[in-house]
C-alpha cells in the first residue's frame, strides 16, 4: 500500500498538465482512502450545455480522472496507466457549478483496475451520472 499524499498527487496534475491548464479546469482530490477517492471540479462556460446542464463530455473526462487518481491511491503516481474502456450512464441533468465524482476501486489487478464512478452535483445522494472505467496498469 502506499501512502496518500492528496497534495503530492494534485501536485502531480498540475506539473503534468500544465501545458493545458488554461485550456481546462484540472480537477481537484479533495479526500482519498486506499482505492476511493473524491475529486471535484468547477463547471465553467466551456462545460456548460444551453440550458445550464453540465455537459456529457464532461461528466466523462472527470470519471476518467477519478479512476487514474485511484490508481494513485493504490500504486503511487503511474502516470502511464492507461484508459481501456470507460461506460457511462446519464441518470439526470447535471445542474450547478462543481461536479464531484466520488470513485471506487471494484478489482485491482497486476493489468488491470476497474473502478466505479458516482457524480454529482449538490446531492451525493442523487447522482447525475454513474460510470465504470477500465484501466490498463504499465508493467
Keep these: 500500500m502506499t501512502e496518500i499524499n492528496i497534495d503530492k498527487i494534485n501536485g502531480f496534475f498540475e506539473t503534468a498538465f500544465a501545458h493545458i491548464e488554461d485550456e481546462i479546469d484540472i480537477p481537484k482530490l479533495t479526500r ?3 482505492g476511493e477517492v473524491w475529486v471535484e471540479m468547477s463547471a465553467g462556460p466551456r ?12 461528466q466523462m473526462a472527470l ?7 485511484a490508481i494513485f491511491t ?12 470507460l461506460n457511462i450512464d446519464f441518470l439526470r441533468p447535471a445542474q450547478g457549478k462543481t461536479l ?4 471506487k476501486t471494484l478489482k485491482m489487478g497486476r493489468k488491470l483496475g476497474v473502478f466505479t464512478v458516482e457524480m454529482y452535483t449538490t ?3 442523487k447522482p447525475v451520472s454513474h460510470a465504470t472505467v477500465t ?3 504499465p508493467e
Design 47 to 58: 462545460n456548460i450545455r444551453p440550458g445550464g446542464f453540465i455537459n456529457g463530455p464532461t
Design 100 to 103: 464531484t465524482a466520488h470513485c
Design 74 to 85: 493504490l500504486k503511487g503516481v503511474t502516470p502511464m496507466a492507461l484508459t481501456s474502456n
Design 135 to 137: 484501466y490498463v496498469l
Design 123 to 125: 446531492d451525493p445522494a
Design 32 to 34: 482519498a482512502l486506499p
Design 63 to 69: 470519471a476518467d480522472h477519478a479512476a487514474y487518481v
